[in-house]
């Protein structure tokens, strides 16, 4: 990263023996730009090839570093990102480390639960009294890692927008739905 300089690396995933396999028969190629630690793991933040987005990986699954001689391309020149990577910012929306555009979710759930939002968002996630029992919780994520979220906490957490995350949650809990409804 200090460098300025592209990495290449096997990019693994565990199976069901323990160990780790890879992702690809050929190494990743990609644009370093910063580490950051979320969820109790360190991730690479990274851009791969010339697509226009960022992408994450997990530094424990990463073999076979090595470093190239081909300057990384700065981050600025990534739509969405040309005044820079604000990291306090983008590990905020993806908290998950799912990529993809922060986009705005709105939550609802128990105001018992002003805890745990601010446990996972901090004060990034604006939290608003409906009435006594209930808070609606406004935010910037990604769907997908909001998806992760809502199924969580899928018996308190009704997500209000955006409604393509609502059709997502709707698909999963009918796979759920299907999954244990079936005798074993």
Avoid: W
Wanted: with cysteine; glycine share 4%; aromatic share 10%.
């Amino acid at each position: 990263i200090e460098r300025k300089k592209q990495i290449a690396f096997i990019y693994n995933r565990p199976k069901a023996d323990g160990k780790l396999h890879p992702v690809r028969s050929k190494k990743d190629r990609v644009h370093p730009y910063t580490l950051v630690c979320t969820n109790g793991q360190y991730y690479l933040i990274a851009s791969y090839k010339n697509y226009d987005n960022l992408r994450h990986y997990r530094i424990d699954r990463m073999t076979d570093i090595e470093l190239l001689d081909h300057a990384a391309r700065t981050v600025t020149e990534i739509a969405d990102y040309e005044h820079g990577l604000d990291i306090s910012k983008y590990a905020a929306e993806h908290n998950f480390m799912f990529g993809g555009k922060a986009e705005r979710i709105v939550l609802k759930m128990p105001c018992e639960c002003a805890g745990d939002i601010l446990d996972y968002f901090g004060h990034s996630a604006a939290m608003e009294e409906i009435d006594e029992e209930y808070m609606r919780v406004i935010l910037n994520s990604t769907v997908e890692g909001m998806r992760f979220f809502a199924l969580q906490f899928g018996s308190v957490c009704e997500v209000l927008e955006p409604k393509e995350l609502r059709d997502i949650i709707r698909k999963d809990v009918k796979a759920l739905m299907k999954k244990y409804d079936s005798k074993i």
